[in-house]
């Protein structure tokens, strides 16, 4: 088919587009504040593995190494926030991208999250891997269990926010 023969989109899903992706980047900041939350709480509080000031830093040194981490210094910390948000806002346009086709079918949010959770993580942590020897043994079950119950508390506001935002009718509701 050729872009001349291919049926023009709708004017409604135009102009869907910004409330989609609007309402996905609130939904990824509310989820990166979300997920630092639980770091704090479990990573710092309960099992001591950085100083909270290190929550921040931590993007750096996953994406580019201790070593670039450390010499930045001040910087590890703004870079790192940096790359966290903008993949938190990224997860959080994309599964408003996704969601209207689940919640056609029947689907709660919440439900939805939980694989996106799943999903996000192994992703994220497979492309860690690919561009960095600095991170967590991505084998151990503590680090993966672990890593799929930070993304739940990412995941989780993501769909609520979305969800609210786009109302889009469900099949039960038509």
Request: aromatic share 12%; hydrophobic share 55%.
């Amino acid at each position: 088919m050729t872009a001349a023969s291919m049926p023009p989109k709708s004017s409604a899903s135009i102009s869907r587009a910004p409330r989609t992706i609007g309402a996905g980047v609130l939904g990824g900041l509310i989820g990166g504040v979300c997920i630092w939350v639980y770091e704090a709480i479990v990573w710092v509080g309960i099992q001591h593995q950085m100083p909270l000031a290190g929550i921040p830093a931590n993007a750096t040194g996953l994406v580019f190494g201790k070593a670039f981490q450390a010499s930045l210094g001040l910087g590890a910390h703004l870079l790192g926030t940096a790359i966290h948000f903008a993949f938190a806002m990224a997860w959080g346009v994309l599964f408003a991208l996704v969601w209207p086709f689940f919640q056609r079918r029947g689907w709660e949010a919440t439900l939805l999250a939980l694989f996106y959770a799943v999903f996000a993580w192994i992703v994220m942590h497979a492309a860690i891997a690919l561009v960095s020897t600095s991170h967590p043994d991505y084998l151990d079950p503590t680090v993966v269990i672990g890593g799929f119950m930070s993304h739940l508390f990412f995941t989780v506001p993501v769909a609520l926010v979305v969800k609210q935002r786009l109302n889009v009718p469900t099949v039960r509701q038509q």
